[in-house]
Every structure is written in structure tokens, then in C-alpha cells.
């Protein structure tokens, strides 16, 4: 039987959790932000609101890309996602498909649907100079779509298109299903690794310790997630770094590796 009041409770937490990491965050949050620093900031204020130690952040660097303080001390935070090899192809679908809806708007500015496009090629790549062309064939494809209420075999790249009535125009890519990956111990030991190098930069910033933070999160085909039975696989690691943390951003959940 579904249990209504256990949801309400998931609800609430998960908004006081929401509250409280823009609560941390804001200070620090501005349209000069790019994209990936306003991420690595959520990250970073969902870690802060996690931890069992209280630190505020101090501010937004490049090396390392936090500094974090309490009343004992000043830390370094260097951020590392953990992906897959698909990242590339994927972001480049969507970046084809945010073209392609810009393209779309400029061609037929009264037209209002959701379109959801499926790619034939999971490794889609092209050359910089075919982006816009390809942008401009995928905008007519998906009017001649519309217009017909069928699909047509005239673009090369596009498995199917799903068209949904708007009142705005939108595109999505849609990856389709896929299976999370299991974050395994070597490739959170090679990502260390790497980070390491940089260590020798972040020490002269005048810190008291240097921690690295890696992310992961299974809401997506780019990334990992860390199944109940392998915990106990993510302790005990050995790093130049002063502490190694995971946030598992999805769940929200932090484990500490040294």
C-alpha cells in the first residue's frame, strides 16, 4: 500500500534541504557565475549542509575552486566530477538541439510544440563547421513532422521525433533508457591521482588543509552511482589530499574516504 505520509515526509525534508543549501550558497550566487561554477556551488553548498562540522564558505577561487572556513580553520576545496566516456557525445546532443530549436524559432515563430528527438548514433560527433547546417536540416525535419503528422526518412542523424502539443516551443534530447554504472574503487583512486598533481599550486594559497571533493550522481547516463553492497569498497583511502569526500549528489549522501 503507498504510504501518503511517508511521501509528505520526503517532501518536507527534501525542501528544508533545499532551503538550507540556498541558504549557503546565495551569498555567492550571480549572473557573472558560468554555468559550471553555479553547479560546482550547489555541490558545494549541498557537501556543507551535510557535514557534521560546521564551515561557511569563504570564497570562489579557480585553485582550488573553494576556500571554506570555521573558527579553527581555512580550507581548500578542489571540486571533480566523475563521468563516463559519453559525457562528450551527450553534451554535444544537446548543444545540436538547443541549435536546432534556435533555428527552428527564427524559420517558423508562430509554431508551439514539444518536440522529443532520438538520435540513431549513441557516439554522435561533428565537425564544428556541420553544426549549423545539421541544426537547420533537424529544424526542417521536425517542421515537416509537424506539418505532415509522420515521420520522414530525410535526416540521416534522427531515429524518431515525439511531438507534443505547447504552448511553447521546446526541443529535448531524449538519450532513451540506459543503466547506471557502478562507481568502482579504481576509478575513484585514478581520479585522486590525477588531482594530486595540482596539489603543489593549491598549497601556496596559504591553507591549513586541502580537501577534494568528487561528485557523482546517477540521474543521468553520464555519470555513477554507489550501490548499498559497496559502501565498504569507498573508505580508507590513501591521498596527499588532508580529506577525500564523495557526494553522491542524486541521494544527496557523503562518504568520507580518508
Known amino acids: 500500500m503507498f504510504d501518503i505520509e511517508k511521501l509528505k515526509n520526503q517532501i518536507e525534508q527534501f525542501k528544508i534541504e533545499s532551503n538550507s543549501v540556498r541558504e549557503i550558497i546565495s551569498p555567492f550566487l550571480s549572473d557573472d557565475l558560468s554555468t559550471a561554477k553555479t553547479i560546482e556551488l550547489s555541490h558545494l553548498g549541498k557537501f556543507l549542509y551535510k557535514l557534521e562540522e560546521k564551515y561557511n564558505i569563504k570564497s570562489i577561487t ?5 576556500i571554506i572556513e570555521n573558527e579553527y580553520k581555512k580550507i ?3 571540486i571533480v566530477g566523475i563521468f563516463t566516456k559519453n559525457i562528450e557525445y551527450e553534451k554535444f546532443k544537446q548543444q545540436l538541439i538547443k541549435l536546432s530549436e534556435q533555428k527552428f524559432i527564427e524559420k517558423y515563430p508562430d509554431v508551439n510544440f514539444l518536440a522529443n528527438v532520438y538520435f540513431k548514433n549513441e557516439e554522435l560527433k561533428l565537425q564544428k563547421h556541420q553544426l549549423f547546417e545539421e541544426a537547420e536540416k533537424i529544424a ?7 506539418r505532415q503528422h509522420t515521420f520522414f526518412n530525410d535526416c540521416e542523424i534522427i531515429e524518431e521525433v515525439e511531438i507534443i502539443s505547447n504552448s511553447q516551443l521546446s526541443f529535448s534530447y531524449n538519450p532513451g533508457g540506459y543503466m547506471v554504472n557502478s562507481l568502482t574503487p579504481e576509478l575513484v583512486s585514478n581520479t585522486i591521482l590525477k588531482k594530486e598533481g595540482k596539489i603543489i599550486n593549491y598549497k601556496q594559497k596559504n591553507l591549513d588543509e586541502i580537501w577534494l ?5 546517477h540521474s543521468s547516463p ?13 573508505k580508507n583511502y590513501d591521498s596527499k589530499f588532508d580529506k577525500v569526500y564523495i557526494l553522491e549528489d542524486f541521494k544527496a549522501q557523503i562518504y568520507c574516504l580518508k
Open 140 to 146: 526542417n525535419h521536425i517542421y515537416n513532422i509537424y
Open 76 to 78: 581548500g576545496v578542489e
Open 62 to 66: 579557480e585553485s582550488p575552486d573553494f
Open 213 to 217: 571533493l568528487i561528485v557523482v550522481s
Open 222 to 234: 553520464e555519470s555513477y552511482e554507489i550501490f548499498d553492497e559497496d559502501e565498504h569498497l569507498f
